[in-house]
Structures are given as structure tokens and as C-alpha cells.
């Protein structure tokens, strides 16, 4: 769906090393998956999911496919990147086209490792960064403002979305991110920003790298992150990028077994991708056949005929009904046909809303 998550962070906090564990661990997971290197910093990676795992176990398909997210390494932000400093703009321009930020945070002493800032302070760096995004949507909307008032001489309601425009940017003034701005849900809010696409109104999620030491409990600087975090609604996920990097080489046994031996279940990679998926909106439902088992991609709360939309066009418009077998059944009865025989199978109209995980045939006449 083209959806992506952009890695953001300070020089030197190990945001390419997440990225580039990012890329090969899941190339690795997902062997049959055509991975697809878009841009040199830019990837497409397929979403880990249990779920289809069991489905192939059911099924024994030729070909498996997994949803994907895209994720976009974003060059190192400096401090006045707002301004041009570094080439900001560009990379300011970068994140604009993302959906969700990722923010990667040294949370770890090394004095072989230089920070730019001369010292390890996970707040001062997430202030650092989020400045920059609030100072870049201040300048793009006192623009907006202004064209907004020229406009009003002619139109009553450029007036109304001025001063709206006006009561926001003081906001941001105020050091406050655009998503936590008390209007964000109105639907003036949502229609300035398809027009000016805020980037501090995007979805924030931290990732706090630690080293080995910092994956048994969490140190000062992840509980400090983490309570910056709950005030603002984000997440925090905890990984040491250096270990996710050597985890991407290993094969599906070797790296679970290593998982199991350092007490975690779900490495911090894996935990991205889905949170990530979660905060987009998104979810998936299965088809499921000897040919193929796929996860397609859509929006929470979609009817079926948007579902099917993503399969082919065709399906949507000659949409007649959809044959759906909920994922626990699918799995318990062991398949397709066991479940038809136990009642489990449902025929769905127009505005059945599709469930995360459901396995889904269309039946469809164009």
C-alpha cells in the first residue's frame, strides 16, 4: 500500500544499524518474499505474522506472501536542520512523506562512540528532534497563514481556517507537538493538515537502543524515555541494534533459540514492524490456497468490497458476496473444507466489515 515508517534520530545514535538490521533480518525470515531494495535507503519488508505460518502448515502452499511495510532511513537530523543545517530541508521533506516516525535514541554509555552533543541524554536528544519537526510546521504554516489571508477577502471560510491556522501555530509555539494539539481530531485540523502535512502531528514511536546490559531491565535513560513517552501517547520500544544486526544472519531456529537463551520472546525488530503496522491502521485478512497463502493489507473497519478492491478492481465493482471463515476456526478445524463441514463458513454482504484475520473468498460477476 506504500505505507512507511521514516528512521529518524541524531548522527551516531545507531539509527542506520536498525535499518540495516531491519532489511536483513527480514529478507532472512522471509525467504520466498521478493525483497526489494527501492532506494539506498529505502526498503520494503514483509510483516512477521504467526498466523501465516499456521496457515502453511494447514495448506502446504507453492508460494507465500506476507503484508509489507516500506521503511525509509532518513539522514542523521542536527540541531537547526529546520534552518538548513545539514541539508535539514531535504531531510525534513523526507519525513513529510512518511506516515509514521520512528525515532531511534541512544540510551547507552560508549566513550568509543562520540554523540554530537557531547554527552548521553535521551530527552535532550527527542527535544532536539521534535523541535526541529515543530519549527519546520511553524514555518509552513505561518506560509499558509498567509496565503489564507490574501484568500479571505474572497472567501468567508479561509477566515475561519486562518485563524485556526494562527490558534495551532501558537500552539507549536509553545514547544507542544501538533498531535497533541486539544482541535487534533476536529475536522478542520484533519483538512489543514492533508493541505500542509504536519510532521509533528504524525504518530511518534521511540526506539530506545541499549546495549546487551539494557535488555535484562531497563536503565535510568529507557525509564526516563519511557515516562517522556506516556505523556505524549507514544511508544517505546526497547532493542540493541548491534544484536538485531547479528540476528538477521541467523536462521529461524539459531535466532529464536538465541532469543529464548536472553529471556525474550519477540526481538525489537519484529516489535517495530508490528507496532508500526498497528499504528497505521492497518490489519490483514488471508486468502488461502494450494497456489498461494497471502496476507493483504488494509484499513481497519473496511467492508468487504473495499477488501476485495485490493485483490483486483473488478472485485469490488462486481462484488456479489464474500465466503469467510474466521482465522480460530480456520486453524482449528484444519482448513477450508473441515470448516465448511463444521458451519463455520459464512457468506457476507456488502456491509460486513472484515475482521483482522479472516480468511476470505470473493464471489464476484463483471
Same mark, same amino acid.
Given at each position: 500500500?506504500?505505507?512507511?515508517?521514516g528512521l529518524v534520530g541524531l548522527p551516531n545514535v545507531g539509527k542506520s544499524t536498525?535499518?540495516?538490521?531491519?532489511?536483513?533480518?527480514?529478507?532472512?525470515?522471509?525467504?520466498?518474499?521478493?525483497?526489494?531494495?527501492?532506494?539506498?535507503?529505502?526498503?520494503?519488508?514483509?510483516?512477521?505474522?504467526?498466523?501465516?505460518?499456521?496457515?502453511?502448515?494447514?495448506?502446504?502452499?507453492?508460494?507465500?506472501?506476507?503484508?509489507?511495510?516500506?521503511?525509509?532511513?532518513?539522514?542523521?537530523?542536527?540541531?537547526?536542520?529546520?534552518?538548513?543545517?545539514?541539508?535539514?530541508?531535504?531531510?525534513?521533506?523526507?519525513?513529510?512523506?512518511?506516515?509514521?516516525?520512528?525515532?531511534?535514541?541512544?540510551?547507552?554509555?560508549?566513550?568509543?562512540?562520540?554523540?554530537?552533543?557531547?554527552?548521553?541524554?535521551?530527552?535532550?536528544?527527542?527535544?532536539?528532534?521534535?523541535?526541529?519537526?515543530?519549527?519546520?510546521?511553524?514555518?509552513?504554516?505561518?506560509?499558509?497563514?498567509?496565503?489564507?489571508?490574501?484568500?479571505?477577502?474572497?472567501?468567508?471560510?479561509?477566515?475561519?481556517?486562518?485563524?485556526?491556522?494562527?490558534?495551532?501555530?501558537?500552539?507549536?509555539?509553545? *514547544?507542544?507537538?501538533?498531535?497533541?494539539?486539544?482541535?487534533?481530531?476536529?475536522?478542520?485540523?484533519?483538512?489543514?493538515?492533508?493541505?500542509?502535512?504536519?510532521?509533528?502531528?504524525?504518530?511518534?514511536?521511540?526506539?530506545?537502543?541499549?546495549?546487551?546490559?539494557?535488555?535484562?531491565?531497563?536503565?535510568?535513560?529507557?525509564?526516563?524515555?519511557?515516562?517522556?513517552?506516556?505523556?505524549?501517547?507514544?511508544?517505546?520500544?526497547?532493542?540493541?541494534?548491534?544484536?538485531?544486526?547479528?540476528?538477521? *544472519?541467523?536462521?529461524?531456529?539459531?535466532?529464536? $533459540?538465541?532469543?529464548?537463551?536472553?529471556?525474550?520472546?519477540?526481538?525489537?525488530?519484529?516489535?517495530?514492524?508490528?507496532?508500526?503496522?498497528?499504528?497505521?491502521?492497518?490489519?490483514?485478512?488471508?486468502?488461502?490456497?494450494?497456489?498461494?497463502?497471502?496476507?493483504?493489507?488494509?484499513?481497519?473497519?473496511?467492508?468487504?468490497?473495499?477488501?476485495?478492491?485490493?485483490?483486483h478492481n473488478d472485485f469490488e465493482k462486481g462484488f456479489i458476496r464474500a465466503e469467510?471463515?474466521?482465522?480460530?476456526?480456520?486453524?482449528?478445524?484444519?482448513? $477450508?473444507?473441515?470448516?465448511?463441514?463444521?458451519?463455520?463458513?459464512?457468506?457476507?454482504?456488502?456491509?460486513?466489515?472484515?475482521?483482522?484475520?479472516?480468511?476470505?473468498?470473493?464471489?464476484?460477476?463483471?
Amino acid at each position: 500500500m506504500g505505507l512507511s515508517i521514516g528512521l529518524v534520530g541524531l548522527p551516531n545514535v545507531g539509527k542506520s544499524t536498525t535499518f540495516n538490521a531491519l532489511t536483513k533480518a527480514q529478507n532472512a525470515e522471509a525467504a520466498n518474499y521478493p525483497f526489494c531494495t527501492i532506494e539506498p535507503n529505502k526498503a520494503t519488508v514483509p510483516v512477521p505474522d504467526k498466523r501465516i505460518d499456521a496457515l502453511v502448515e494447514i495448506v502446504k502452499p507453492e508460494r507465500v506472501q506476507y503484508s509489507t511495510l516500506d521503511f525509509v532511513d532518513i539522514a542523521g537530523l542536527v540541531k537547526g536542520a529546520s534552518k538548513g543545517e545539514g541539508l535539514g530541508n531535504k531531510f525534513l521533506s523526507n519525513i513529510r512523506e512518511t506516515e509514521v516516525i520512528l525515532q531511534i535514541v541512544r540510551c547507552f554509555d560508549d566513550e568509543n562512540i562520540v554523540h554530537t552533543e557531547g554527552r548521553i541524554n535521551p530527552l535532550d536528544d527527542v527535544e532536539i528532534i521534535e523541535n526541529e519537526l515543530i519549527f519546520a510546521d511553524i514555518e509552513v504554516l505561518t506560509n499558509r497563514i498567509e496565503r489564507l489571508k490574501k484568500q479571505a477577502k474572497n472567501e468567508k471560510d479561509a477566515i475561519v481556517m486562518a485563524e485556526f491556522a494562527e490558534e495551532l501555530a501558537e500552539f507549536l509555539a509553545e *514547544g507542544k507537538l501538533a498531535r497533541n494539539f486539544p482541535k487534533a481530531d476536529s475536522e478542520m485540523f484533519e483538512k489543514l493538515n492533508r493541505e500542509v502535512r504536519l510532521l509533528s502531528a504524525k504518530e511518534i514511536m521511540y526506539g530506545a537502543n541499549v546495549d546487551e546490559s539494557g535488555l535484562e531491565s531497563d536503565n535510568t535513560y529507557v525509564i526516563a524515555l519511557k515516562e517522556h513517552a506516556t505523556k505524549n501517547g507514544c511508544e517505546v520500544i526497547v532493542l540493541c541494534a548491534k544484536i538485531e544486526e547479528e540476528l538477521g *544472519g541467523l536462521e529461524d531456529d539459531e535466532r529464536d $533459540e538465541f532469543l529464548r537463551d536472553m529471556g525474550i520472546q519477540e526481538s525489537g525488530l519484529e516489535q517495530i514492524i508490528r507496532k508500526g503496522f498497528d499504528k497505521l491502521g492497518l490489519m490483514s485478512y488471508f486468502t488461502a490456497g494450494v497456489k498461494e497463502v497471502r496476507a493483504w493489507t488494509i484499513h481497519k473497519n473496511t467492508t468487504a468490497p473495499k477488501a476485495a478492491a485490493v485483490i483486483h478492481n473488478d472485485f469490488e465493482k462486481g462484488f456479489i458476496r464474500a465466503e469467510v471463515i474466521g482465522y480460530d476456526d480456520y486453524v482449528t478445524f484444519g482448513g $477450508e473444507n473441515k470448516s465448511k463441514d463444521a458451519g463455520k463458513m459464512r457468506l457476507e454482504g456488502k456491509e460486513y466489515i472484515v475482521a483482522d484475520g479472516d480468511i476470505m473468498h470473493f464471489r464476484f460477476n463483471v
